[in-house]
């Protein structure tokens, strides 16, 4: 029922471009194309990003590849090492595994010549772990991400304020460069 209130607030809202930035699962069932199928339901005119999160690397990453590639209006790509163009926006993905960040998307960014002061571009990772600073660097306007959850609850909180400093909302600095991270979407349970 999740995934399809999702969809029904997708097509209300119209945006150009949704961004999915990892967990897609929480891993405790492996994932079925089943419960994603109402993202086909997704208007044509709206393009629908992923990338992975390490609940995808925890819990069998290629499975749940396999079972996400099965809907059409999902398009994966973490690993593709591409650039991808969606109304004046470049979009650079990468799956949770890179452990630098920074010199990863600097290298995909020489790979095609990318020219941001003309188009804006638009990076999608799953945890906030690359700084303003670096973003404006490579020449990245803004990143998506999300991995804390809003900090759940305590004592949770502590640990991912440890892990980044980015925990949930937007964040900018001078250089107009932007963070903006997730809460994400679906409930924390308490065992």
Request: net charge negative.
């Amino acid at each position: 029922d999740s995934v399809e209130d999702v969809v029904e607030l997708i097509n209300e809202k119209k945006p150009d471009v949704v961004a999915i930035t990892g967990d897609i699962s929480d891993g405790s069932l492996p994932v079925n194309s089943d419960w994603l199928e109402p993202f086909n339901k997704v208007s044509d005119n709206i393009e629908v990003l992923y990338v992975t999160g390490n609940h995808e690397s925890l819990y069998g990453k290629s499975d749940i590849l396999n079972e996400i590639n099965k809907i059409e209006k999902i398009r994966h790509i973490g690993d593709n090492e591409e650039i991808i163009y969606i109304k004046g926006f470049q979009f650079i993905g990468l799956d949770y595994e890179y452990k630098d960040v920074k010199e990863k998307v600097k290298s995909i960014i020489n790979k095609y010549g990318v020219n941001y002061k003309i188009s804006p571009t638009v990076f999608l990772y799953h945890v906030p772990n690359i700084s303003l600073k670096d973003l404006n660097e490579i020449g990245i306007y803004l990143a998506l991400m999300g991995h804390t959850h809003g900090g759940q609850f305590l004592p949770f909180t502590i640990y991912a304020w440890i892990i980044s400093k980015y925990l949930s909302g937007l964040y900018n600095n001078e250089n107009k460069n932007y963070i903006y991270v997730s809460s994400g979407y679906g409930t924390v349970w308490i065992y």
